[in-house]
């Protein structure tokens, strides 16, 4: 029953704080664009979250994010330029890319990926940030993909695909297994390493898709575009009840139920004016809440 | 009779619903050897770590050299004189060897809060000494040793405190035949010393040899106590089981059946420092059993085998297709099975149900196009579950909750769903109650006559002796002698090749 | 066991239904006034605002007399530094006088959380949206955001480099200022500064090549050069975020060119300033033998004046953040802009002493300190403030004028 509750607390505070908001923001919350807004505003950190959930799933860290984010962008620009779908196209690739050197230099490296993700990131800050002091890279045309309808289809085609994948194929199912006994999953006749590329290289694509997501919300790469993304992520998924030492209680909608609790509270206290300097604390003050009540302790039970 | 030095009696003990224990009486005795036998769930480990201070008793009253006795942990029952050494490793790793023997008693080795390393590892070695164990440095890190070497460190930690009572948990199951003897040297020492011993072994045959006493649970209820003459195996099967154990225990022929065909071919097969220009066939629907000491390098076969262990040399491979052995997922594709011998560490996801464990190996069977169609999961594991008698409420119940025995039925359900043809088992009856045991044998015999073919490491002779068509021994990483399945074959003349 | 889970899913496939039923009726109450919002234009204010929130049509209706309060969105980058604080400060003060409510958004660092910060501001209610634009392209996002939502926003601190934004910016009719800083005037400034003390031969460190701002301010440098007799002997350009390879280039100035009588910084922050004062430190030259003109102030710059390196210094900015909120809240109350982007700039105060320096350190980007009267404040939120009322304030922005506002003698 204990265990039951648990895993309800991530859907619980999404309905609350849904109806909370709904209640007292004189019904500014509830409006259409508030809502076509919210969706928007998290498709970027959802479309990653749900790559991300793949790698956790094997119980890694993907610290790339934000910089494999950046570098995608760049290095698309600078080969496309202003063809957008061109653009696009290399985004999901480049992404791609930055996913299999993460997985390289994990599996054959012999690396922890949350380190390889670690030099990505700082990697890719690094490049787009000297690439950007040297160029100007305004992305006008994209501007005019920022609209809910597009960025509508691609939740939807991204979190169907994730959610079908990561529990209805062998995909899904062997990183669950590897996260649970990498052991025993290489000795059930599963290649466990090609599996584990697999995740980074499914990561790796929401990456290049939440670069051309950013781009088309600031029409232009700048040195910090991206910035921040792993962390919101990684946050995003705590909040929905994700076991961070991945394994078969990993669960897809951890993803979904978290960023929009992220970003939700987000527009709520904006919506109620909160003086800033409580902001960050009443945040704060959630999170810890959710994820302490949350999150999946089983890893614990040895020790205790 | 001698003196009683501890009374635990109409001891309870309950988790949640769950009645471990109920109202068992036990009284241990000066130098009194005492067994505590039963199957899986019965309810012996729970009644001994009560006296170990695991965990307080639910019910009960326990008297301890006169005293009431109401251990709050297991060190204060061991600063009591009472040590419990279990089956599960009891060393940490990332510690030295000496750390690890003297954890949780640094108050007694420190002067001013510094724990004084040097006095430390001086005293580790002289116990280490006293107890033979001149090869182990006591500053080394405990990891470094094996399971075997760690467990004898823990051993000899338990004896240099002069126990009163000394609790033996299935500690000789992970052990081989050399640990094994070591054990019983060191429990016959200590019975003349006075001191009262409990041993809970499945290993009956241990149990007649070494006891005085022998109490019998069931379903965490007293059955019976056995003494002298009565001690048996036979007596012993029955009251644990609670009913006469129809037809033979092993296979009941002894004949050496297996048809011409050889199904796979291992060739000058050798791992650099374990062992070397090993060769045999298996042949289709043959039990072939390999049998050695514990470090002989035969585990480690069985993993090269199966191609989770890369061979410096020599080759594997199945006859039929010709097709080499050099990863696991290559030996799963063509229908090879492993069994592992660490069950919980290598074959079992245990946070997941007994479905996802039954499936592992099978998504490429049941899935249609990319897909799975969670339908096709269950159909396949419940028909496997059931078809193989897991004790269970349903397939979406968690691993974890099963015995051992039961968890090894879920590990073989996997790969017969899997249609494997060849099973590699690496003593597949480890740590298993008798009865479940019986099925496996049963079941190993069912598969032998459906064509299968087994490779079957083990460390009991018996079960080599009463499963295998044919044996082939192992000594120092090197094949010793193989012998053919007959009535005659008996358990000195295995070990005589062995050692 | 089997209740319990059935239960949790009756428990989640409610709480779920309860979620959508709000969402579509939410959906509902406000999308019947109008089908589509995506096309809205700016001639279309009316409906745009429609299809939005109540409280922005009311504003829109009947603005500065209808007791309710004004209410302005601010992106702000953090209230912790100096002058993130003092601006933060300045602002609620004004917010305060003028009677406006303030909601801030802190923290933003790019224009994709920028662009999340405007919509729920707007969401909010908010009337008018006031930004630092992370880059060009955020003018962009943000301004048709406002304008789809009928909500005025203006910007400071950044010029707008690509023309095909700014022009499309200065379509917008809710743009309704922006304010820049005007570094050319204040580098020729300082190059003055140093021609009278009677440098004639000067190295510099230049900028950037493709920042506006970076361009600006060498221009400046060059054009003082030449305007008051001043050679320059050797450029090189700052690496950002690398204090030694600064310290090299001015031990090459050093060494090079001996008879160098003074260095250009057209940026002293993230290190250069240190950079270069290190470097004469260490070369062993008389104290105050170079002369140093450092576009922004830096950590140990009282020191280096009193040292005599640093000759000339500038910084301060603050007042131009607040002149484009009073622009921005002076057209929300009005209710109707000029139609016109107020394109407004501001030179930073020209710094040339140690005494000075001092009285910046204490008084400017100090949040304890309002350097801007009440009256001031009223004045330039009203009816009727023209743009040369507003550039006029700015230009007034020098050392005496915080001098006397700070009420030092």
Redesign the interface.
């Known amino acids: 029953?204990r265990e039951?509750?648990k895993?309800?607390v991530p859907?619980?505070g999404?309905?609350i704080m849904?109806?909370l908001f709904?209640f007292t923001?004189?019904?500014?919350?509830?409006?259409?664009?508030?809502?076509q807004?919210l969706i928007?505003?998290s498709a970027?950190t959802m479309v990653a979250a749900v790559g991300t959930a793949f790698v956790m799933a094997h119980n890694n860290l993907d610290f790339s994010l934000g910089g494999a984010c950046a570098l995608s962008c760049v290095l698309s620009y600078l080969i496309a330029g202003q063809n957008l779908p061109l653009f696009f196209i290399l985004c999901m690739v480049f992404g791609i890319v930055c996913g299999l050197f993460s997985a390289l230099l994990h599996i054959k490296g012999q690396i922890p990926a949350f380190m390889a993700g670690m030099c990505l990131m700082f990697a890719g800050r690094g490049v787009a940030q000297s690439v950007a002091?040297?160029?100007?890279m305004?992305?006008?045309g994209a501007?005019s993909l920022?609209?809910?309808w597009f960025f509508l289809l691609v939740l939807l085609v991204v979190v169907v695909l994730g959610f079908?994948i990561f529990n209805?194929?062998?995909v899904g199912?062997?990183q669950?297994?590897i996260g649970?006994?990498p052991?025993?999953?290489?000795?059930?006749?599963?290649?466990v390493n090609a599996y584990k590329t697999i995740a980074f290289a499914i990561s790796g694509a929401t990456i290049g898709i939440a670069a051309c997501l950013?781009v088309i919300?600031?029409?232009?790469i700048?040195g910090?575009?991206?910035?921040n993304l792993e962390t919101n992520v990684l946050l995003a998924l705590s909040l929905g009840g994700i076991s961070i030492t991945g394994?078969?209680?990993t669960k897809m909608r951890s993803a979904i139920i978290g960023t929009l609790i992220f970003f939700i509270l987000?527009?709520g206290l904006?919506?109620?004016?909160l003086?800033?300097?409580y902001?960050d604390i009443v945040k704060a003050v959630f999170f810890l809440l959710t994820v302490t009540i949350s999150i999946d302790r089983?890893q614990y039970d040895m020790i205790a | 009779m001698e003196e009683i030095i501890l009374k635990a009696e109409n001891m309870f003990k309950e988790f949640g619903a769950t009645k471990a224990v109920s109202d068992v009486t036990l009284e241990l005795r000066k130098g009194c050897v005492l067994g505590l036998v039963g199957e899986n769930g019965s309810g012996k480990s729970t009644l001994s770590s009560m006296i170990a201070g695991v965990y307080p008793p639910t019910k009960g009253v326990m008297t301890y050299k006169g005293e009431e006795y109401r251990p709050k942990s297991v060190l204060d029952a061991r600063k009591a004189g009472i040590q419990y050494l279990t089956q599960e490793q009891g060393t940490i790793d990332g510690m030295t060897v000496a750390e690890n023997m003297f954890l949780g008693e640094e108050d007694q080795m420190s002067k001013m809060g510094n724990v004084s390393i040097k006095k430390l590892n001086l005293l580790a070695r002289k116990i280490l000494d006293e107890n033979g164990m001149n090869y182990v440095n006591p500053k080394a890190m405990v990891e470094t040793y094996s399971f075997e070497d760690r467990k004898m460190i823990e051993t000899a930690r338990a004896l240099s405190h002069q126990p009163a009572i000394l609790i033996i948990d299935e500690t000789t199951t992970a052990l081989s035949q050399k640990g094994r003897e070591r054990i019983y040297e060191i429990i016959f020492e200590q019975k003349k010393a006075g001191t009262a011993i409990v041993i809970i072994s499945h290993d009956l045959d241990e149990v007649q040899k070494l006891c005085d006493e022998v109490l019998i649970m069931r379903d965490g209820v007293y059955v019976d106590t056995l003494k002298g003459d009565e001690i048996n195996a036979h007596n012993m099967r029955e009251k644990m089981i609670g009913r006469t154990m129809e037809g033979s225990y092993y296979r009941g022929d002894f004949e050496c059946t297996y048809e011409d065909e050889v199904v796979l071919e291992v060739k000058d097969l050798s791992v650099w420092g374990i062992f070397s220009d090993v060769s045999f066939e298996l042949h289709k629907g043959e039990i072939l059993g390999i049998g050695g000491l514990s470090e002989c390098g035969m585990h480690e076969l069985l993993k090269t085998v199966?191609g989770?262990i890369r061979p410096t040399s020599g080759s594997v491979t199945l006859v039929q297709n010709q097709v080499a052995l050099k990863?696991?997922?290559v030996?799963?594709?063509n229908k090879v099975a492993?069994i592992?011998k660490d069950r919980d560490?290598?074959?079992?996801?245990?946070?997941?149900s007994i479905k996802?464990n039954i499936v592992?190996?099978s998504?490429?069977k049941i899935?249609k196009g990319?897909?799975?169609?969670?339908s096709d999961e269950k159909k396949l594991a419940d028909e496997q579950a059931k078809k193989i008698e897991v004790k269970m409420q349903n397939i979406e119940q968690l691993i974890r909750d099963l015995s051992g025995g039961n968890k090894q039925k879920v590990v073989i359900a996997?790969w017969i769903a899997n249609e494997s043809q060849i099973f590699i088992m690496d003593c597949p009856t480890r740590g298993i109650d008798i009865g479940v045991k019986a099925k496996i044998y049963k079941l190993m015999d069912t598969l032998k006559h459906e064509g299968i073919s087994i490779l079957m490491v083990s460390e009991e002779m018996m079960e080599l002796i009463g499963m295998a068509d044919r044996i082939i021994t192992m000594k120092d990483g090197r094949l010793s002698k193989e012998f053919t399945r007959s009535k005659d074959l008996s358990e000195s003349t295995i070990i005589s090749a062995i050692v | 066991m089997k209740t319990?889970?059935k239960l949790?899913r009756f428990?989640?496939l409610a709480?779920?239904m309860?979620?959508c039923l709000?969402?579509l009726?939410?959906?509902a109450?406000?999308?019947g006034n109008n089908g589509g919002?995506?096309q809205n234009s700016g001639e279309e204010t009316a409906a745009a605002s429609d299809?939005?929130?109540?409280?922005v049509t009311d504003a829109e209706s009947k603005p500065a007399d209808s007791g309710e309060k004004v209410?302005i969105g601010m992106i702000w980058y953090g209230?912790t530094d100096a002058m993130g604080g003092t601006f933060y400060s300045w602002a609620n003060h004004a917010a305060e006088v003028l009677n406006v409510?303030l909601?801030?958004?802190?923290g933003s660092?790019?224009?994709?959380?920028e662009?999340?910060?405007c919509?729920?501001?707007?969401?909010?209610?908010c009337q008018g949206v006031y930004f630092v634009p992370?880059?060009?392209?955020?003018n962009?996002?943000l301004g048709?955001a406002c304008k789809d939502?009928g909500v005025y926003w203006a910007t400071s601190n950044r010029q707008i480099?690509?023309e095909?934004?700014l022009t499309?910016c200065e379509a917008n009719p809710y743009f309704v200022a922006r304010v820049y800083d005007n570094s050319y005037d204040v580098c020729k400034e300082m190059v003055k500064v140093l021609a009278d003390q009677g440098i004639k031969k000067v190295c510099m460190l230049s900028g950037?090549?493709?920042?506006a701002m970076m361009v600006d301010r060498t221009k400046g440098f060059e054009d003082g050069c030449s305007e008051y007799g001043v050679e320059i002997l050797a450029t090189s350009q700052i690496v950002?975020g690398d204090a030694s390879a600064n310290v090299d280039s001015v031990n090459n100035f050093l060494t090079l060119y001996p008879n160098m009588e003074g260095i250009l910084a057209v940026s002293g922050t993230a290190g250069v300033g240190e950079a270069i004062i290190t470097a004469l430190d260490a070369s062993g030259r008389e104290k105050g033998s170079v002369k140093v003109a450092a576009f922004d102030t830096f950590e140990g710059n009282q020191q280096a004046f009193e040292a005599g390196w640093l000759a000339a210094s500038c910084g301060g900015y603050t007042s131009e953040c607040l002149i484009s909120l009073l622009a921005l809240i002076s057209t929300v109350r009005s209710g109707s802009g000029t139609g016109e982007v107020m394109a407004l700039s501001l030179s930073p105060l020209l710094i040339t002493s140690a005494e000075e320096m001092d009285i910046f350190s204490q008084y400017v980007d100090n949040p304890e300190i309002q350097l801007y009267s009440d009256e001031t404040i009223q004045s330039l939120a009203g009816d009727g403030v023209t743009i040369e009322d507003y550039q006029k304030v700015l230009d007034d922005w020098s050392i005496d004028y915080v001098k006397q506002a700070a009420g030092i003698e």
């Open positions: 029953m039951q509750m895993k309800m859907v619980a999404l309905v849904f109806l709904a923001t004189d019904g500014k919350f509830l409006t259409r664009v508030n809502l807004n928007i505003q970027i002091a040297n160029t100007n305004l992305m006008v501007a920022n609209n809910i079908l209805y194929t062998k199912k062997y669950k297994l649970t006994n052991k025993a999953t290489e000795l059930s006749g599963i290649n950013t919300r600031s029409a232009s700048i910090n575009t991206g910035l394994g078969s209680a987000n527009n904006t919506l109620w004016g003086n800033p300097d902001v089983s | 199966f989770a990863n696991t997922t030996s799963v594709k492993y592992p560490k290598e074959s079992l996801f245990q946070p997941t996802d592992a190996s998504y490429d899935k990319f897909f799975i169609k969670p996997k | 319990t889970k949790t428990i989640a709480m779920a309860i979620l709000f969402t009726a939410g959906c109450g406000s999308g919002s995506s299809a939005n929130t109540e409280t209410k209230n409510e909601v801030w958004k802190l660092y790019t224009t994709a959380d662009l999340t910060d919509e729920n501001l707007i969401s909010a209610g992370m880059d060009t392209a955020a962009l996002q048709n939502a480099a690509d095909s934004v499309a950037d090549p493709t920042d950002s």
